[in-house]
Structures are given as C-alpha cells and as structure tokens.
C-alpha cells in the first residue's frame, strides 16, 4: 500500500485513490481511539457533516466519516449506515461509552486537533473521493 | 419471529437500541447487507422520531421467510399534517434535538426512500403510528 501513496505523491493529476487507514492517521496528526488492528484497511471515499439526518441518507457504504459532532448518537448512526471509519476533529472529548458502543461494532475512531475542514482538505489532496 | 422494544422519549442515549438489535437479528438470517442497511436506517429514523418528539413507544417488530414488518407506535403530540411532514425539510425539532445531530426534516423522507411500504397514522395528542415494510429480495 505504501508503495501506492507515493505514486499519488508523485503524479499529483491522479484524482482517485485508496488509503490506508495508517497513512490517513499519521496525515492528519491523528489518535487512535479504537480499532488500532483495523489500521491497514482501505478507504476511498468520504464524507463531511455534523447532521446525523444527512449521514442516514448516504447510500455508499464503508466510507469515511469526518465529523465534529462526538456523542453515542454518532456512533449508533455510523453503525446503521454501516460506516467503520469515523475521525473526530478539533480534538473532541470521547467518552468510555463512545469507545465501547465503537470497539463492539468494530469500527475505527479517531480524534485529530485539526478542523473538519482542514481534514477534509488533506483527504481530498490525497486523492479520498467525495460521495457527492 | 416477533421482537417488541421501548423506546422511551426523550432519552437520546437508548436511541438505536432496537435498531442495533434487529440489525443483529437480520444478519444471523444472512439477509442482504444492502436490504439490512434500508430496513435499519428506517427503523433507526423511526426510533430517534419517538425521542426526539414523543413521549414513549413502541417497535414492533415481525420477521417471516420473505418480509418484516415494524410498527412503531407512540404515545405523543401526534402529527397535525403528516403530508407536510413528508416534506424534505419540514421540522418542529426543539434546539436539543438538533444538537443532537438531529431535527433536519429529513428523517420521514429517508425512511420513505428506504422501506418497500410505509404507512403514517397520527392522531394530534394522542400518537403516532408507523408501518414499514421491507421485502428480503426484490
Ligand atoms: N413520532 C412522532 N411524533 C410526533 N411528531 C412527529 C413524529 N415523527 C415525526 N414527527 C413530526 O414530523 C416532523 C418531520 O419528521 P422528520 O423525521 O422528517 O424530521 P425531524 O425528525 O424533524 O428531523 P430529522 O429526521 O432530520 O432528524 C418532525 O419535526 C415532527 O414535527
Ligand atoms: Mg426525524
């Protein structure tokens, strides 16, 4: 897989990719909350939103999401809309009851001091698509 | 099967239990995780409308070889005009709601979109029921 992130590094016209959760972690200066065995799957597409209502309308499943809004209701969504990958941005507290209700449904969690938008803009440069 | 659970108003924290449960439920029957994604987004839509606007309920839920059924049933305000509140963007939800992630109007229309039969009956201040229905294979 490494050897796919510097390709994209390289020949920075290529708009589609696939990332290891490990590269995105350590891109966005991130913590591993939950999930530290699940770091070598793949994302390739993600998305953006504190609105849990708009989070329960993406059809795509095993996206990425990138969020600020960090309570159980987050959680509970994700494992509806069968999303495994969630990044918490600006640092946000979480809660032993978000880590349990996260390590049961398998997921991986993430917490970064960057913003949603500052994520959200290395992702894209590093070739994470949008689903709309 | 049958499978029943409270859901209590109010109380954001349970919200998604049932949802979870049956979700567990559908796998263990090997339906299609597709089909599992609608019917749980519906029901999960369902679950936190009770929360967020009614004061206790009900999901019943029916399973058979080819469908399952869930009633959600409440006792609460009631909706005075459920063709309105089809409407994508039409919400009374109170500010905690939406600090919640929640109170978009975009729940009624989602569960519309993701169950092969749903059906709305409100009574204003007494509750509210609603049927969804969702074929394992189309
Ligand atoms: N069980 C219910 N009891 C009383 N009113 C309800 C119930 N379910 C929905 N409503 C009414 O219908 C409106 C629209 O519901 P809908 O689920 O579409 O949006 P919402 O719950 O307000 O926001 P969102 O679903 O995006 O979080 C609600 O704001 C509320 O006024
Ligand atoms: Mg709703």
Redesign the pocket.
């Known amino acids: 897989m490494k050897s796919l992130y510097f390709c994209l590094e390289n020949y920075t016209d290529i708009i589609v990719g696939i990332m290891e959760m490990k590269t995105i972690v350590s891109e966005i200066n991130g913590t591993v909350r939950v999930g530290l065995d699940l770091l070598q799957n793949n994302v390739d597409f993600a998305f953006a939103s504190d609105l849990?209502?708009d989070v329960l309308t993406v059809e795509k499943e095993d996206i990425l999401l990138i969020t600020g809004l960090a309570n159980l209701q987050t959680i509970r969504t994700a494992e509806m809309a069968d999303i495994r990958y969630i990044i918490f941005a600006r640092g946000k507290n979480i809660d032993g009851q978000i880590v349990q209700l996260a390590s049961e449904n398998n997921m991986v969690i993430i917490t970064t001091p960057y913003s949603v938008f500052r994520v959200s803009g290395i992702l894209y440069q590093l070739g994470i698509q949008p689903v709309f | 099967m049958e499978l029943k659970y409270k859901i209590q108003g109010g109380n954001f924290n349970r919200a998604g239990y049932a949802s979870s449960e049956v979700k567990k439920v559908l796998k263990q029957l090997n339906v299609d995780p597709k089909i599992i994604k609608r019917i749980v987004v519906a029901l999960y839509?369902g679950e936190?409308?009770?929360v967020?606007?009614?004061f206790n309920?009900l999901a019943t839920v029916t399973i058979d070889a080819e469908k399952i059924k869930i009633v959600?049933k409440?006792s609460?305000?009631?909706?005075p005009d459920v063709e309105k509140?089809?409407e994508l963007g039409?919400?009374?939800?109170s500010p905690a709601?939406r600090e919640m992630g929640?109170?978009?109007?975009?729940?009624?229309?989602?569960?519309k979109k993701n169950s092969d039969f749903m059906e709305i009956l409100?009574t204003v201040n007494v509750?509210?029921e609603?049927v969804l229905m969702n074929y394992f294979s189309k």
């Open positions: 849990m209502s | 839509e936190v409308n009770i967020a606007h009614a309920g959600l409440d609460g305000p009631g909706i509140a089809m039409f919400t009374t939800a709601v929640f109170g978009a109007g975009m729940g009624l229309p989602n569960m409100s509750g509210t609603v």
